[in-house]
């Protein structure tokens, strides 16, 4: 049995509504900033529960736009995670920013408590990273954040839906940012994203950003990109968006299942799980002994599972102007070591789960 990590020939197994649409869009020429991305904003704020949410290009730009509209630019310091997906970074140091990262916790999520000490006169901002769709530990770094006086911006593209307390992910601090990519949970059919916030001053410069800093026809306002979410795929996103909540409960469903029975399996370590937490399950990850031979194992078996990353962010040849060494971050370089991720997505069946669950089982028992 095969078990794929791509879902996206299921989830658009039938494309015809959306074309229906697209047709109609066609016949209006409204491509840019168009009627449907007035409405899939609408909807993705309601979902979320803010007042504002402004679609850009992608959820690369839903963070970098939201930086810059809290002032980061050239010499600033962000304090991000150490562990994350490139984009993060490159959404900071695009703004001429530098990162400063911070380890990570057993819950893949940033060490709050480390991060009091990684301040310095240059930081104006802080970017937690809701990795796997999982949170920190959110009153804790707003405390932090209040004290220095630093704006939080949330790097919430894995985590639609997820909560900390109660309180949904992207709406923390200041502004939120979220990504659209065919591979995330809520995606459309390219790139896409969405930052989202209560404050009106922080959406209006947004939506100037967004848009050359045009503020009308003939009049520019600040310097701006140009990156604005397509009226094509707000169309995709229009129709997708009321399955979300499905969505995320199947994921859900389907991480909790593997939680309980890999649990059973010694060699597997899931990691923490606070209560305080729902965490949605962008990648479902875990602790694996002897991780690429059982990774192996898996590709031998048909199963995409997937290694998020074998080299963390911090320690990538790109960035080694940053100055960083292997050991800076051992939460980071031990997870790197460790972690096996599975296919855990709405369309995924129980047989295909089982199987996963089987084979990684086998796997452990063939070596005691
Ligand atoms: C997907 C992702 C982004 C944004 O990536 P885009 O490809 O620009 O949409 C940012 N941060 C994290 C953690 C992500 O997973």
Redesign the pocket.
């Known amino acids: 049995m095969k078990v794929r990590y791509s879902y996206l020939g299921q989830q658009f197994a039938d494309p015809d509504p959306v074309l229906a649409e697209i047709k109609k869009l066609v016949a209006t020429g409204d491509f840019t900033l168009g009627k449907p991305l007035v409405e899939f904003e609408k909807r993705f704020a309601d979902l979320i529960g803010v007042k504002h949410a402004i679609g850009v290009g992608?959820?690369?730009d839903a963070?970098k736009l939201p930086l810059k509209a809290v002032g980061i630019g050239h010499g600033d310091e962000v304090i991000t995670a150490a562990n994350?997906?490139i984009?993060?970074v490159g959404a900071i140091a695009e703004l001429g920013a530098r990162p400063v990262f911070v380890d990570a916790l057993d819950n893949f999520c940033l060490d709050v408590s480390q991060v009091e000490k990684a301040i310095t006169p240059r930081t104006k901002a802080i970017m937690p990273?809701h990795?796997t769709g999982e949170m920190p530990d959110m009153p804790e770094l707003v405390k932090i954040a209040k004290k220095h006086n630093l704006p939080i911006v949330e790097?919430a593209?894995?985590a639609i839906l997820a909560e900390c307390d109660g309180r949904r992910a992207g709406t923390w601090g200041v502004a939120g940012g979220f990504?659209l990519?065919p591979l995330?949970n809520l995606n459309v059919w390219g790139?896409g994203?969405i930052a989202v916030t209560n404050d009106d001053a922080v959406a209006a410069r947004l939506r100037l950003l967004r848009n050359h800093g045009m503020a009308n026809r003939d009049e520019i306002e600040i310097l701006g990109y140009n990156s604005r979410l397509d009226s094509l795929q707000a169309v995709v996103g229009n129709w997708l968006i009321p399955q979300t909540a499905d969505i995320t409960a199947k994921r859900i469903e389907n991480g909790a299942y593997y939680d309980r029975h890999f649990g059973q399996i010694s060699g597997v370590t899931i990691p923490s799980r606070s209560p305080r937490i729902k965490r949605v399950f962008h990648l479902y990850m875990v602790f694996a002994e002897d991780r690429d031979a059982l990774h192996k194992h898996c590709l031998d078996a048909g199963i995409s599972a997937k290694v998020h990353y074998p080299i963390p962010v911090y320690r990538q040849r790109g960035l080694s102007h940053f100055g960083h060494k292997l050991g800076d971050f051992p939460v980071t370089d031990r997870q790197a070591d460790r972690v096996l991720s599975f296919p855990v997505d709405q369309h995924l069946s129980r047989e295909e789960q089982d199987h996963v669950i089987e084979t990684v089982r086998e796997f452990y028992a063939r070596r005691r």
């Open positions: 992608s959820g690369t963070l994350t997906f984009a993060t990273v990795f790097d593209c894995q990504s990519h995330k790139d994203g």
